[in-house]
């Protein structure tokens, strides 16, 4: 009898890391996100200080293992506490152990007592929360613009810049006057990224009216209505903005000249939020008589939380579901 073949050799296992190189290694971008400094800082850090990854791959990429990435964590916080560079480089070159290659030091957030209440966030998010407690600003701008280019404006709103400025306004409240110069200039970077983000093109229909938006009066929060003023541009919407803190009397007058096919009106703390403000505009008409015309009337903001001020008001939850609820409405505007 024949004997059997013999059995085929195993498949090849998959091409990994090269040997001597850490399964955990990452590249200068996906360090420069997760601790919120530019891809430009690394390398200059590691030009002046000596403090770059231990290993390149083939072709002279940067790969940076769990211990190398450890030292820059440290050289981070130690900045941040206002350490000259050169010295924070000395003391993480010195400092940090071979056991910071451990598992700990993967998950260790850098910042000790200075970071910021994120819980499970994506890395960008961390990384730029990060920047902006060292006061960063080339970071916290490089890394707005990189968290808009890559996930769009409603992705990176939800899930990297909206949980940063709640995170950074939690330490605030918890933290007495401290952190008001991060919120401060993390709102100014974020409405200035917001800024830049050019609205579609126009389209050969006809022109529709425009969405009103604004923040009550006494309000002044308003990034997340000029992040919905952004979103809507990239749908091609027409908006009219009006920032924060619009008088009544010059809203009143606003949704008269503009006729808006919607209202959206901002509050962030119920203190603000006017519900007798909110009857006069639902009942605002504009237009010619005879062919009288109303807007449709939006909430937005965590004050105008429990029962809804008037019937003729709807309210919006999210950047995106905002979106799309004001996109759908017909031209002319109608009631929620």
């Known amino acids: 009898m024949t004997p059997a073949p013999p059995p085929p050799p195993p498949p090849a296992a998959p091409a990994g890391p090269p040997p001597d190189l850490p399964a955990a290694a990452l590249s200068t971008g996906a360090v420069a996100r997760r601790l919120g400094v530019s891809p430009t800082t690394l390398r200059s850090w590691e030009r002046r200080y000596a403090i770059g990854p231990a290993r390149r791959e083939d072709g002279r990429h940067r790969r940076w293992t769990p211990q190398d990435i450890a030292r820059l964590e440290l050289m981070c916080r130690l900045t941040a506490q206002g350490v ?121 229909q006809p022109r529709t009216p425009p969405v009103l938006l604004a923040c009550v009066p006494g309000e002044q929060h308003s990034l997340p209505m000029e992040a919905l003023a952004a979103a809507l541009g990239e749908r091609g919407l027409a908006v009219r903005m009006f920032g924060p ?59 105008w939380a429990g029962a809804a001020p008037d019937a003729r008001a709807g309210r919006l939850f999210g950047l995106r579901s905002a979106v799309d609820t004001l996109d759908a409405l017909p031209p002319g505007g109608s009631a929620p």
């Open 84 to 204: 000259p560079p050169a010295e924070a480089a000395r003391a993480a070159r010195d400092d940090v152990p071979a056991a910071a290659a451990g598992p700990a030091a993967e998950g260790r957030s850098p910042g000790g007592p200075n970071a910021l209440p994120l819980g499970e966030v994506r890395p960008e998010c961390r990384g730029l929360a990060r920047a902006a407690v060292r006061l960063d600003a080339p970071a916290v701008e490089e890394l707005l613009d990189a968290a808009l280019a890559e996930h769009g404006l409603v992705t990176a709103w939800e899930e990297v810049i909206a949980p940063t400025l709640h995170a950074v306004g939690r330490k605030w409240a918890s933290a007495g006057e401290r952190y008001v110069e991060v919120e401060h200039l993390l709102s100014w970077y974020v409405s200035s990224a917001l800024r830049r983000i050019r609205p579609a093109p126009a389209s050969g």
């Open 245 to 303: 803190a619009l008088p009544a009397d010059a809203l009143h007058e606003a949704v008269r000249r503009t006729g808006p096919r919607a209202v959206v009106l901002w509050a962030q703390s119920r203190t603000t939020a006017d519900r007798t403000l909110v009857r006069s505009v639902a009942g605002i008409e504009w237009g010619l008589r005879g062919a009288r015309g109303h807007s449709a009337l939006f909430l937005a903001g965590p004050g």
